[in-house]
C-alpha cells in the first residue's frame, strides 16, 4: 500500500470519466494479461544484483499504451508522467518509479528480439475480435466519426453508384 498523493486524491474525486479513461478500462477487461505475461516470462530479466527490473506486468502495460496510442518512447514516458489514467493502468503512481524512455525501449527490444512482439498483437487481436473490436498499429483512438452526406455527383456529373 501505498500513501496517496495529492494529486492522486484530487483525481479520484472527479466524477467524470473521459474517453481515454473508459477505453483503458475496457483493455484492461478485454486483454488477457496472465495469458501474454507467461509468454514473456522465460525471456523477461530476473534481477540477480544490481536494480531490480520493473515487473513484467506493468512494462507489458505500458508496451501495450504505446500500441494504443501510437508513441514513441520519449512520448511514452512522458504520458506516464503527466497522465493519470495512464498511469492507474500501468499500475504506477507518482510517488513510485515510473520507466524511463531507455527502460520502455529496451523492453519493446526483448520483444523483437524474441519475435515477441508480433505474436502479442496477434494474440491481444484475436479477443479483441471475440468481442467485436479490432486495433490496427497506428489507430488513432480518440477519433470521433461525424455524420456527413456522400457526394452525389462524380467528375463526369453522373450520380455516383
Excluded at 530479466?45 to 515487473?55: F, L, T, V
Aim: proline residues 6%; aromatic residues 8%.
Amino acid at each position: 500500500m501505498h500513501q496517496v498523493t495529492f494529486a492522486e486524491a484530487e483525481y479520484n474525486l472527479k466524477r467524470r470519466k473521459t474517453r481515454r479513461e473508459k477505453f483503458l478500462s475496457q483493455m484492461n477487461a478485454l486483454i488477457p494479461w496472465r495469458r501474454l505475461e507467461a509468454r514473456i516470462a522465460p525471456c523477461y530479466p530476473r534481477s540477480k544484483r544490481g536494480r531490480e527490473p520493473y515487473p513484467l506486468k506493468v512494462m507489458l502495460r505500458v508496451h501495450c499504451m504505446q500500441l494504443f496510442y501510437n508513441l514513441s518512447d520519449p512520448a511514452m514516458q512522458d504520458a506516464l508522467y503527466e497522465i493519470e489514467s495512464m498511469r492507474n493502468f500501468a499500475g504506477l503512481t507518482l510517488n513510485g518509479p515510473i520507466p524511463d524512455e531507455t527502460t520502455i525501449l529496451n523492453f519493446r527490444h526483448l520483444l523483437e528480439s524474441n519475435q515477441l512482439g508480433t505474436t502479442l498483437f496477434e494474440e491481444i487481436n484475436k479477443y479483441l475480435a471475440e468481442n467485436g473490436m479490432v486495433l490496427r498499429e497506428g489507430t488513432i483512438v480518440d477519433a470521433t466519426i461525424i455524420s456527413a452526406p456522400s457526394s452525389s455527383k462524380n467528375k463526369k456529373k453522373d450520380r455516383d453508384p
